[in-house]
Structure formats: structure tokens, C-alpha cells
T-cell receptor
Framework: AQSVTQLDSQVPVFEEAPVELRCNYSSSVSVYLFWYVQYPNQGLQLLLKYLSGSTLVKGINGFEAEFNKSQTSFHLRKPSVHISDTAEYFCAVIFISNFGNEKLTFGTGTRLTIIP | EAQVTQNPRYLITVTGKKLTVTCSQNMNHEYMSWYRQDPGLGLRQIYYSMNVEVTDKGDVPEGYKVSRKEKRNFPLILESPSPNQTSLYFC????????????FGPGTRLTVT
């Protein structure tokens, strides 16, 4: 079955430190990859996406992610976090073989907590 | 302002009492979808609609119905709610299915007692 794994359910990080949130998916088919952020009591907002081309993708708020096809990963990184980055982060994948409903399959989320 | 709206934002109801959660988008999007979010499970798709003519089940459709009579609206119907449908629900839309960004509504927190 096609699935998306976010192994870290919670990640505490000191302010101004770097962070990496991990995402792996299980499939050999072509994929589109996304990271969404959910601030407290809000809906989801797109951080960045990979559809094709350069494997390093830059998004909003200083985040970037790198697609690694051989490792089926799409880890999210930020070199220096701020208090305002406290949120839940979701990795999501479209497995392109699902013709007709190219739905987002979500990971279980990683709660990022910034420590002052 | 381009947005997806949902109503109500919060709802407490009792088992078996039919309810409808409305979803509307003003971006002329073809694709719309409903998700439920539960702790430790992420978001799971309930139903989706490729356009006004095509609507189909997602991963967890049991106990839910939808309709897409016009492009902008995609209501979620719970004909006989049960406590296991207590959850946070999100409506989303995108220009088309596939690699297009999905825009999410603010969510509806439903409690069924």
C-alpha cells in the first residue's frame, strides 16, 4: 500500500537553531510531494511543493526541502527557526498512478515546538 | 479574497441527528475534497469531486454523503452521526486534481455525543 511516514511526532528545537523534519513515502511510482503547515486553530497552508525539475525546493518562511528519489524521502529543513514557526507540519504525497483521483495522502504530522 | 469557507466552525450534536457542513470556494476551482483529521492519523480523505459531474469516495467514506450541484459548493452530509465521527473536518479545493495546490478551509470541529 502507498503510505507516507513522518517518524517524528514531536520535535522540540531551540530558537535560532536549525531543524529537519523527516518524511518518507513507500512507492515506486512517480510522485508529487508537498509540505503543509497548520498553525493552531487554523487550516492547512502550503509551504512548498515538488512536481519536477530541481530536487531542492524552496518555500515560504525560509523553509526548503530536498527530494531524494533513491531514498523516497522529502525532508523539510530550515537553517534558523523562530518562535512563529511553532506549528504542526504535514508531509503529503500524490501517487501519480491513482488515475482519476490524484488525492493527497498525508503523513501523521510533526509538531514543531520552538524553545525560547 | 480567494478563500474556502466552511460552516459551522464548531458543532456539538447527538447521535442520529442529521447534519450538514457547508463548504464554498470562490476561486472557480474544479476539484473539491473533504478530509477528516484525527490525532495520530493525519488527514484522511472522505470524498472528492473532480468537477460537478464526478464525485467519488475517498479512503473513509462510511457514514458520509456529499453532493456537487454547482461548482462552488460541496456540502458534507452526515445522515445519522455517530460518536466515531467526532473529528476535525476540512474542505479543500484546487484548480484541478493533481499537482495543483489545494486550498483548505478553516475547519469544522464536530462533536457527536
Amino acid at each position: 500500500a502507498q503510505s507516507v511516514t513522518q517518524l517524528d511526532s514531536q520535535v522540540p528545537v531551540f530558537e535560532e537553531a536549525p531543524v529537519e523534519l523527516r518524511c518518507n513515502y513507500s512507492s515506486s511510482v512517480s510522485v508529487y510531494l508537498f509540505w503543509y503547515v497548520q498553525y493552531p486553530n487554523q487550516g492547512l497552508q502550503l509551504l512548498l511543493k515538488y512536481l519536477s525539475g530541481s530536487t531542492l525546493v524552496k518555500g515560504i518562511n525560509g523553509f526548503e526541502a530536498e527530494f531524494n528519489k533513491s531514498q523516497t524521502s522529502f525532508h523539510l529543513r530550515k537553517p534558523s527557526v523562530h518562535i512563529s514557526d511553532t506549528a504542526e507540519y504535514f508531509c503529503a504525497v500524490i501517487f501519480i498512478s491513482n488515475f482519476g483521483n490524484e488525492k493527497l495522502t498525508f503523513g501523521t504530522g510533526t509538531r514543531l515546538t520552538i524553545i525560547p | 479574497e480567494a478563500q474556502v469557507t466552511q460552516n459551522p466552525r464548531y458543532l456539538i450534536t447527538v447521535t442520529g441527528k442529521k447534519l450538514t457542513v457547508t463548504c464554498s470556494q470562490n476561486m472557480n476551482h474544479e476539484y473539491m475534497s473533504w478530509y477528516r483529521q484525527d490525532p495520530g492519523l493525519g488527514l484522511r480523505q472522505i470524498y472528492y469531486s473532480m468537477n460537478v459531474e464526478v464525485t467519488d469516495k475517498g479512503d473513509v467514506p462510511e457514514g458520509y454523503k456529499v453532493s456537487r450541484k454547482e461548482k462552488r459548493n460541496f456540502p458534507l452530509i452526515l445522515e445519522s452521526p455517530s460518536p466515531n465521527q467526532t473529528s476535525l473536518y476540512f474542505c479543500a479545493s484546487s484548480l484541478l486534481a493533481g499537482g495543483h495546490e489545494q486550498y483548505f478551509g478553516p475547519g469544522t470541529r464536530l462533536t457527536v455525543t
